[in-house]
């Protein structure tokens, strides 16, 4: 017999009761979650400030390695000025959803910048379990 048939066969206001339950738990838990994602975030600013403080790029622990990393990406600040100059260019390998990282970079190097758009660099983490 599976679990769904035994649950079939308990009167249904018992599921009820147990469907509130399980609902109780799982927000419980879900609470929990959220928690451990401050935690996380504030771990990982913590962590962030430190290496940045220190001149580091990276550090490693016994189970895992943090890593800085910066990367520099567009950010759209007038479409108008870049829509005309990927039509006056044919620059069009520039569209998707979001300006092309890559292309804008390329671009950027060459001409030394792309109407419309500004250089935005930020910094993001990696965390890796250690090879020791």
Known sequence: M???????????????DQLFKLREERLAKAKEVEELKKIETNTVKAIMTTLEDSGMSKATGKLATFAL?????????????LSRYII???????????????????LVELEGEVPGVEPY????????????
């Open 2 to 16: 599976t679990d769904m048939q035994k649950v079939d066969e308990e009167p249904l206001g018992t599921r009820i």
């Open 69 to 81: 990393k910066e990367m520099t990406v567009p950010k759209v600040v007038d479409f108008d000025k």
């Open 88 to 106: 006056d260019t044919g620059y069009v390998h520039l569209l998707g959803r979001n300006v092309s990282a890559p292309a804008f970079r390329e």
């Open 121 to 132: 660099t930020f910094s993001k983490h990696s965390l890796t379990r250690s090879s020791k």
